[in-house]
């Protein structure tokens, strides 16, 4: 799975030196990997992690949130639930590399005539569209071992996100509303964690997921501030474009409606005290975005865009200590 905000911006390098404009130049990818490997890398977005992040903390919130449930009523098989997170980790990072891929052979004359995603691999002539497909493939490929782990009624579901993933690139270019799309597809996890554990969906997941759908389209409509006036010339719509120089009421409103359905998605899921903490901190880290958001700062958007990182990974660690806490208590 793939965003326009799956890109962190570092300052501007040339294109003969191997790295993108996009990319912190100092990122492991540029340490430790050969240099034709390079492409692949920047492919898949290795060299930013924010964006497997922010795909993945909705499958930890479902499956920490099942875990929690479980822990409520009965005995909770805790082995399994380790073995949930770590599949889900390595799918996030997968999926979310097949799906940038994706998103550059779709893209690549739009990255061609932005300046920020001109250096990018496809754009700058670094790896040709057959490579890029076949790398595409190789990474869907350990995505599908990783979903064959769960039980049937996963692996159904996981196939079916497909349909939205590979709607996603298209959609800036019909809708001002992309980020919808994206949200559809970047919370799917939030009913993925639950199905693994129980083999069904119930209330919790599917108000989790209207919560993270509505999270993605705030946190993406920040990140795509940065790009405004470059898509406009190029003709890709968003929710940056559509709310113009007023996005603090449509910020407050998105946001808001996240953290009703987070309430919503705590109060079926059952969720313990230590996980409502964890809520109130996250609430007000986003209106605290909301309230300082210069959608005139790149460096700002970007910074504000970032800390939804660290929004999943608060939400996350509440859930996990309310376990922690219903199962020693």
């Given amino acids: 799975m793939t965003s326009r905000s799956d890109t962190a911006t570092g300052s501007a390098a040339a294109p003969d030196t191997g790295r993108v404009a996009d990319a912190p130049s100092q990122n492991w990818v540029y340490r430790v990997l050969p240099r034709s490997l390079w492409p692949h890398a920047q492919l898949a977005r290795w060299d930013r992690p924010i964006g497997w992040q922010l795909l993945l903390w909705p499958c930890l919130w479902s499956a920490t949130l099942a875990a929690g449930a479980q822990a409520a009523v009965g005995p909770v098989a805790l082995g399994t639930y380790a073995w949930h997170l770590v599949l889900f980790l390595i799918g996030a990072i997968a999926m979310r590399g097949a799906g940038c891929t994706y998103n550059d052979l779709v893209d690549h004359r739009i990255d061609m005539a932005v300046a920020r995603t001109r250096s990018r691999p496809l754009p700058s002539g670094r790896i040709e569209r057959k490579a890029a497909f076949v790398f595409m493939a190789l990474q869907a490929l350990v995505g599908l071992v990783v979903l064959l782990q769960f039980n049937?009624?996963?692996?159904?579901?996981?196939?079916?996100?497909?349909?939205?993933?590979?709607?996603?690139?298209?959609?800036?270019?019909?809708?001002?509303?992309?980020?919808?799309?994206l949200g559809l597809a970047f919370s799917w996890g939030a009913l993925m964690g639950w199905a693994a554990a129980?083999?069904?969906?119930?209330?919790?997941?599917?108000l989790l997921y209207v919560a993270a759908i509505l999270w993605t389209i705030g946190y993406d409509t920040i990140y795509a501030y940065q790009d405004r006036e470059d898509d406009a010339l190029v003709g890709v719509r968003s929710t940056a474009r559509r709310f113009g120089d007023r996005p603090r009421p449509w910020l407050a409103a998105i946001y808001g409606g996240a953290v009703l359905f987070l309430v919503l998605a705590f109060l079926a899921g059952n969720a313990g005290l230590l996980a409502w903490v964890a809520l109130l901190v996250a609430a007000v880290m986003l209106a605290w975005q909301i309230l300082v958001l210069d959608i005139r700062d790149p460096a700002d958007c970007l910074a504000l865009f970032r800390l939804n990182g660290t929004v999943g990974l608060i939400l996350f660690a509440g859930l996990v200590a309310a376990l922690v806490w219903r199962l020693i208590v």
């Avoid at 939205?164 to 959609?171: G, I, N, Q, T």
């Fill in 198 to 206: 129980f083999g069904r969906l119930d209330a919790a997941p599917v």
């Fill in 152 to 181: 049937g009624f996963s692996i159904a579901l996981g196939i079916a996100s497909l349909v939205v993933v590979a709607a996603y690139p298209f959609a800036k270019r019909v809708t001002d509303w992309p980020q919808l799309v």
